[in-house]
Structures are given as structure tokens and as C-alpha cells.
């Protein structure tokens, strides 16, 4: 039987049109997630790991290097069986590439284009998560109502990815301020939610999941700013299966999530809520080999045989630390 060749792709590194204006920690994040993805697949037996680096494909316009991005990426998707992609999913970028993959008539890796349309926009999957009821950090336009109240509020990019452009203000009024006098377009605004911040590693397919890891989150916030560090895999602990079901949840809400997909979370006195789904590789996948002792893209090439391959429970969980670079204020973007 032939090895099934899987073209993994990192858009931060392999020369996507807006790849260079990602921050510097962002672009760290996307190499190291791409070195333990390639390393994962290429320890799985049958699978043909491969990158635009070593396919090497040709076409009308020479040579791969010689092409235009899209015309790499094209002669790529066809070479390969099966296709990974990572990518942010702001602007567009993850759903447009995994519907490339699609239209080739490749296995996709991944969630399908239309959940990663909703998990992209902070608002409509708050709004998709809360009609399930799923609880979330409430989350509004800003010419909204906004609810009444003393306490801090967050701003961000409705279409984003992680803290990118993220900022902290004291209260509501000195928010609405900042985004009437910096006339900035499709940000939301969510009231902040005191207490621990966490994520989920999960494994979906057809409305299900199972909790590969259940992470411990290190942000900094500087000059009202916040700024990712890393994480702690397996940090948190989950004695009473909230956690769990938070999970089940969450795969409900959007059955058409597959593979590898991160929750962030909050978990606040009044229990966990949900800050946004990550229809793609997270931090956390950087530490989960070596944090469940079992080979995480091995799970996700198992679900091609429907969902009746979901992984049983992990049998071991170790705390594993993941640090993206460290905090550099000179460096942040």
C-alpha cells in the first residue's frame, strides 16, 4: 500500500503575501509548531511527510521558488495526498487555503472552511457558542448597547489571531475613546474577566471531542497591551470533569471542527468560560507529545477512518512547559 504523503505547510514561513507583517513572536510560534508537526508525522508509519521546501514542484513558471505564492501553493496541494495547513485564521487566510485544498480534491487536515469562517470572527463565535449554551466572554460591536457598570474592558480585532492588537482600558468609557479616536474598523469589545487563563487541546470530529491536554496559559500585559509567552501543557487540573464536558460542548456547538483545535478559556469564580476556538494548531502542540507520551498528528491521521478512531482518554498527562521567546516590549509589534 502506498504511504500517504502529507504536504504540511506553514504560511508564516513559506512566503504567504502578508506573512512578514506578523509579529516576530507570531512568526516564532509558527516555526516552532511546524518543526514538532513535521517531526510528529514523520515518525508515523505510512505517512510521506513533505514541505514546499522538499517537494520541489515545477510548473509553467519554472521553478517552485520562481512562482507566484499561490501558484506554489497550488502545485503543492496537487503533489501531495493529504494536506496541514498552518495559518492564522485573521483575514481570511486558514479558511481560503483549506478551501484551496478542498477545491483540489486533497484531504484536508483540518476543520472545515465554514467553522474556521466562525471561529475567525470573535463575535459570531461568541454569538454561535452562546445560542448552544456554551458560556462565554460576552462579546460586542462597538456601536452596540453596552451593559452598565463599573470594571475594565478589552478591545481587539474582531478578525484575529490570539493577543494580536489586543488592548486593555480601565473602563468602558475610556475604551469607547480609544476606538473613536483611532478610528479603527471591526474591533469588538469584551467586558474583562477576572481569574485564571487557560486552554484545551482537543481532538474533534462530528460534534465530538476529547481533551488531549488542559494547559495553563502565561500572558504579560504591558503599556495595556497583551502579549503571549507560552504555556504550561497539562497545567491545569480537572478534578471534577468541567472541564470535560466544557469540551463536549464546544464540539457540539460547532460539529464541523476536526483534527487539532485549541479552546482559550478564563476560569473565573462563577467556572470556566470561553474566550475563542482555535480551528488549528495552538502553542500547546509544541509540548503535547512529550505531555501525553503518544503521538498527537498520529490521532488526527487515525480520524480519516471516521469517527469511531477518536482516541481513547490519555493515559498519562505530564506538566510541559512551551516558551515561544520569552517577553521582549522592544520587540513586540
Given at each position: 500500500?502506498?504511504?500517504?504523503?502529507?504536504?504540511?505547510?506553514?504560511?508564516?514561513?513559506?512566503?504567504?503575501?502578508?506573512?512578514?507583517?506578523?509579529p516576530?513572536t507570531?512568526?516564532?510560534?509558527?516555526?516552532?509548531?511546524?518543526?514538532?508537526?513535521?517531526?510528529?508525522?514523520?515518525?508515523?508509519p505510512?505517512?510521506?511527510?513533505?514541505?514546499?521546501?522538499t517537494?520541489?514542484?515545477s510548473?509553467?513558471?519554472g521553478?517552485?521558488?520562481?512562482q507566484?505564492?499561490?501558484?506554489?501553493?497550488a502545485?503543492?496541494?496537487?503533489?501531495?495526498?493529504?494536506v496541514?495547513?498552518?495559518?492564522p485564521?485573521?483575514?481570511?487566510?486558514?479558511?481560503?487555503?483549506s478551501?484551496?485544498v478542498?477545491?483540489?480534491?486533497?484531504?484536508?487536515?483540518?476543520?472545515?472552511?465554514?467553522?474556521v469562517?466562525?471561529?475567525?470572527?470573535?463575535?459570531?463565535?461568541?454569538r454561535?457558542?452562546?445560542?448552544?449554551?456554551?458560556?462565554?466572554?460576552?462579546?460586542?460591536?462597538?456601536?452596540?448597547?453596552?451593559?452598565?457598570g463599573?470594571?475594565?474592558?478589552v478591545?481587539k480585532?474582531?478578525d484575529?489571531?490570539?493577543?494580536?492588537?489586543?488592548?486593555?482600558?480601565?473602563?468602558?468609557?475610556?475604551?469607547?475613546?480609544?476606538?473613536?479616536?483611532?478610528?479603527?474598523?471591526?474591533?469588538v469589545l469584551?467586558?474583562?474577566?477576572?481569574?485564571?487563563?487557560g486552554?484545551?487541546?482537543?481532538?474533534?470530529?462530528?460534534?465530538?471531542?476529547?481533551?488531549?491536554s488542559?494547559?495553563?496559559?502565561?500572558?504579560?500585559?504591558h503599556d495595556?497591551?497583551?502579549?503571549?509567552?507560552?504555556?504550561?501543557?497539562?497545567?491545569?487540573?480537572?478534578?471534577d470533569g468541567?472541564?470535560?464536558?466544557?469540551?463536549?460542548?464546544?464540539?457540539?456547538?460547532?460539529?464541523?471542527l476536526?483534527?487539532?483545535?485549541?479552546v482559550?478559556?478564563?476560569?473565573?469564580?462563577?467556572?470556566?468560560?470561553?474566550l475563542?476556538?482555535?480551528?488549528?494548531?495552538?502553542?500547546?502542540?509544541?509540548?503535547?507529545?512529550?505531555?501525553?507520551?503518544?503521538n498527537?498528528?498520529?490521532l488526527?491521521?487515525?480520524?480519516?477512518?471516521?469517527?469511531g478512531?477518536?482516541?481513547?482518554?490519555?493515559?498519562?498527562?505530564?506538566?510541559v512547559?512551551?516558551?515561544?521567546?520569552?517577553?521582549?516590549?522592544g520587540?513586540?509589534?
Amino acid at each position: 500500500m502506498a504511504p500517504l504523503k502529507v504536504f504540511a505547510f506553514d504560511y508564516t514561513a513559506d512566503g504567504g503575501p502578508v506573512a512578514r507583517a506578523l509579529p516576530h513572536t507570531f512568526r516564532q510560534q509558527g516555526a516552532m509548531l511546524m518543526d514538532a508537526l513535521v517531526a510528529d508525522l514523520g515518525a508515523i508509519p505510512g505517512v510521506d511527510v513533505c514541505t514546499m521546501a522538499t517537494l520541489g514542484a515545477s510548473g509553467p513558471g519554472g521553478t517552485l521558488a520562481a512562482q507566484s505564492f499561490g501558484d506554489r501553493f497550488a502545485a503543492c496541494v496537487q503533489e501531495a495526498d493529504a494536506v496541514w495547513p498552518l495559518a492564522p485564521e485573521s483575514e481570511g487566510l486558514l479558511e481560503s487555503l483549506s478551501r484551496q485544498v478542498l477545491r483540489g480534491k486533497r484531504i484536508l487536515l483540518g476543520s472545515a472552511p465554514g467553522a474556521v469562517r466562525v471561529a475567525a470572527s470573535k463575535f459570531k463565535v461568541a454569538r454561535a457558542l452562546a445560542e448552544s449554551g456554551v458560556p462565554v466572554v460576552p462579546t460586542y460591536r462597538p456601536h452596540a448597547s453596552l451593559p452598565a457598570g463599573q470594571g475594565a474592558w478589552v478591545v481587539k480585532p474582531d478578525d484575529g489571531a490570539g493577543c494580536l492588537d489586543a488592548r486593555l482600558f480601565s473602563d468602558r468609557a475610556t475604551a469607547l475613546a480609544w476606538l473613536r479616536s483611532s478610528a479603527v474598523q471591526g474591533y469588538v469589545l469584551q467586558p474583562f474577566v477576572a481569574g485564571k487563563l487557560g486552554s484545551l487541546s482537543l481532538i474533534c470530529c462530528d460534534g465530538a471531542a476529547r481533551v488531549l491536554s488542559r494547559n495553563l496559559e502565561r500572558i504579560a500585559v504591558h503599556d495595556n497591551r497583551f502579549h503571549f509567552l507560552g504555556c504550561t501543557v497539562n497545567g491545569l487540573e480537572d478534578t471534577d470533569g468541567t472541564l470535560e464536558r466544557l469540551a463536549q460542548r464546544v464540539a457540539a456547538a460547532l460539529p464541523t471542527l476536526w483534527g487539532y483545535v485549541g479552546v482559550d478559556l478564563i476560569l473565573s469564580e462563577r467556572g470556566p468560560v470561553v474566550l475563542e476556538v482555535n480551528p488549528r494548531l495552538t502553542a500547546a502542540y509544541a509540548g503535547l507529545h512529550a505531555s501525553i507520551g503518544c503521538n498527537p498528528a498520529a490521532l488526527v491521521i487515525d480520524l480519516l477512518k471516521g469517527p469511531g478512531a477518536m482516541p481513547a482518554p490519555a493515559a498519562r498527562r505530564r506538566a510541559v512547559s512551551v516558551d515561544v521567546g520569552g517577553f521582549d516590549p522592544g520587540a513586540a509589534t
